[in-house]
Each structure stands twice: as structure tokens, then as C-alpha cells.
């Protein structure tokens, strides 16, 4: 019976494969779509969508440290991600402190705790299972150029200059923090489920994060875009989302596709990231 179930989704994915880039970048895009089209007469309350979007994040650290407390294994885990989640994190903790208190200054406390203890445990405790080849992704990259957007594109608030650009900063490193994980992912070719999970978990987290700001926007028919500030800053809070959801939607993909065909080693195309 649960063979006759998966035949029809197996024949959809097996279709989705064969078509080229620019068709799967349109199905990408109108799936997307249909599923925040379906949140919204789904989910009356939009920001239940944030809350949601934290307990999924929150399902994939929990994945993670079962991984690393009961495996004692790292492999296939990004120490540089992890370290680029502590630094947007940090910065974004300075923020809400100097700039609005409320329950993200709480949940990003308990985030950062838990991201600094997986890097101790990579770092000390189990760094003979890390894979120091593979996770070769230069940080630089990636802080860089969100440090020169950040200081190019910023709120336009009351508050002081260098509390602005800190805020863009985390905005812009929390977007692409993730690319060190795709790497290492893209190098070994094969992603183990644990690391899979927290992977899926991140991206669906990040997918509702998107659709709540997306929502939010629609509710407010735009005043939430100007009460961000004006210029491109409120255009680029949207991309930002977008981004990165974009980055692991290719990720998501082919979790699905291996779920649905019973395979507990996700296996990757060469050129993913």
C-alpha cells in the first residue's frame, strides 16, 4: 500500500530531475508561492508563522545535539557555520539589547548558548571526527561583503550609526551563514541523516521566517516597509529572507527525494552549492 502511495510522488520528482535549470527555478519559485498563498487561509494568526519558525530551528538544534552527545561524532558538521551563527548572533544580542528588548533577545540568549557549546564540542571534545579537509569555505567571503553592504545599506532610525550597521550586519550574515555547511556537504557528497535533519530543519525555519515577513508586509499592505525606513533598506530585509531561503530550498529538494524513496544517506550532486 505505501509503495502505490510513493509511485505517483516518485513519478513527479523523477519529471522535476529532467527538466532544465530555468524550469526548475520557475517550479521552485510557484511552489513557493502556492505555500504562502496556503499559510495565509491556513494560519489567521501571521505571527504564529515566527513561533513556528523558532520551534523548527529549535526541533534541528535538538537533532543536533543528540547528534553530537550520543553519536560523539561531528562528521559532516561546519565548524565555520556554526561560528558565523555566533557571530551574527552576538551582534544581533548587542542590538536588542541597545535597541528593543522582547522575547527574540531571549530565544537568540539561548540559541547563542547552544551554538557556543557545539563549537566546544567540535573544537575539544570530538574534533577527530571533524572533517578539517572538507570544511574549507573562506569566512572571509562571507563577512566581508556584508560588512560593506551593511555600512552601504542600513535602517534609517532614530537610533545611533553604528547600532544601524550592526543590525544590517547580523541581517546579512544570518542570510548566507549557512553556505560553510553547503560546502562541506558538497565536498563529501554524502550527508548522514542526523546532519541531514538539522540541515531540512533549518531550511523549513528559515521558510516560515520568509512567509511571516511576507505576510506581514501583505497584512500591513506595505506600512511595514515603511516603518522599517526608507531607501532600499526595507527592499533588502525582504531579499535577505529570500536568500536564505533560496540557498537550502536545493538542499530541501533532495532531502524530500531521498525521503520518499526510503534512503537514509541523502546522496548530493556534485555542483550543488
Known amino acids: 500500500m505505501k509503495a502505490l502511495k510513493k509511485r505517483p510522488l516518485r ?5 522535476v530531475r529532467r527538466q532544465p535549470p530555468k524550469m526548475k527555478a520557475f517550479l521552485a519559485v510557484a511552489l ?25 530551528h529549535a526541533v534541528g538544534i535538538c537533532v543536533l545535539i543528540y547528534k553530537l552527545t ?6 559532516g558538521l ?21 535597541m528593543e ?21 567540535i573544537r575539544f571534545r570530538l574534533k577527530s571526527s571533524y572533517m578539517w579537509g572538507k570544511d574549507n569555505f573562506p ?9 560593506l553592504l551593511s555600512v552601504a545599506i542600513h535602517p534609517s532610525t532614530h537610533h545611533q550609526i553604528i547600532n544601524r550597521i550592526s543590525w544590517a550586519f547580523c541581517m546579512y550574515l544570518e542570510a548566507i551563514s549557512v553556505l560553510p555547511q553547503l560546502r562541506v556537504m558538497q565536498n563529501t557528497k554524502i550527508v548522514e541523516p542526523f546532519t541531514a535533519h538539522y540541515v531540512f530543519a533549518l531550511g523549513m525555519a528559515r521558510f516560515l521566517s520568509c512567509a511571516h515577513w511576507v505576510l ?8 511595514l516597509l515603511t516603518a522599517l525606513g526608507y531607501g532600499l533598506w526595507p527592499l533588502m530585509v525582504l531579499l535577505a529572507e529570500i536568500v536564505q531561503t533560496s540557498i537550502l530550498a536545493d ?12 534512503q537514509l544517506i541523502l546522496r548530493l550532486p556534485p555542483k550543488m552549492v
Not at 506581514?216 to 506600512?223: C, H, I, P, S
Request: net charge neutral.
Open 216 to 223: 506581514q508586509v501583505l497584512d500591513t499592505r506595505g506600512r
Open 11 to 15: 513519478a513527479v520528482m523523477t519529471w
Open 251 to 262: 538542499f530541501c529538494y533532495y532531502y524530500i527525494k531521498s525521503a520518499i524513496g526510503g
Open 32 to 56: 513557493g508561492v502556492a505555500a504562502i498563498v496556503l499559510l495565509q487561509m491556513v494560519v489567521h494568526d501571521h505571527d504564529n508563522l515566527f513561533v513556528a519558525a523558532e520551534a523548527v
Open 70 to 75: 550520543k553519536e560523539k561524532n561531528c562528521a
Open 139 to 147: 569566512i572571509y567571503l562571507v563577512v566581508i561583503p556584508c560588512l
Open 101 to 121: 528588548y522582547d522575547i527574540h533577545t531571549v530565544l537568540d540568549s539561548a540559541t547563542l548558548a547552544t551554538t557556543l557549546w557545539v563549537i566546544y564540542m
Open 78 to 98: 561546519s565548524l565555520r557555520s556554526q561560528e558565523l551563527t555566533v557571530l551574527f548572533l552576538g551582534v544581533r544580542l548587542y542590538c536588542s539589547f541597545v
